[in-house]
């Protein structure tokens, strides 16, 4: 097991055997899985990031005043 210290600007140093274990090079993207009171991180491949933020961008499109009337009773 090994162990991180948060410094004042809430930031944690991964270490070296974390990174290496896991793939992570600098530039990399991470994502947080949070449940309850623990977090899982893990590498993201950089397409999977561009296909998120991508389709997250499209997103609003189903939130408008007639969507929500539309598909309230589905």
């Known amino acids: 097991m090994l162990a991180s210290k948060v410094s004042s600007k809430g930031q944690v140093t991964l270490p070296k055997k974390v990174r290496d274990k896991i793939g992570l090079n600098a530039g990399d993207m991470v994502l947080y899985e949070i449940k309850g009171k623990s977090a899982t ?3 993201i491949d950089p397409f999977d990031a561009a296909f998120h933020a991508a389709l ?16 309230r009773d589905l």
């Open 56 to 71: 997250s961008t499209t997103l609003d499109e189903w939130s408008s005043k007639e969507d929500e009337g539309a598909f």
């Open 41 to 43: 991180i893990r590498r």
